[in-house]
């Protein structure tokens, strides 16, 4: 700031100060509005791998015969934020 007269108020560079502000309010919402827990897949596209060897096991030898690759894939949906 340079010399200030007597009666003269000194002056402040608002656009710097709208800025500022603008910033702040932006950091702000952007916390606000990001889901973290939300899947970023619909469920039938999600884990494809697991799902197909699911599958493939339940036509061959059922249901009953196939539990730890449902319970993989179950897995690997929840890994993806699927509540299953």
Do not use: Y
Request: include cysteine; proline fraction near 5%.
């Amino acid at each position: 700031m340079g010399l200030v007269k007597m009666g003269e108020l000194p002056t402040v560079n608002s656009s710097s100060a709208i800025g500022f502000t603008a910033s702040q309010q932006n950091q702000g919402s952007a916390i606000t509005t990001t889901p973290e827990s939300k899947p970023k897949k619909k469920i039938c596209c999600a884990c494809p791998d697991t799902k197909k060897l699911r599958d493939e096991c339940i036509v061959e030898h059922g249901e009953e015969a196939c539990a730890k690759w449902i319970e993989a894939h179950r897995k690997c949906l929840r890994a993806e934020g699927f509540n299953i």
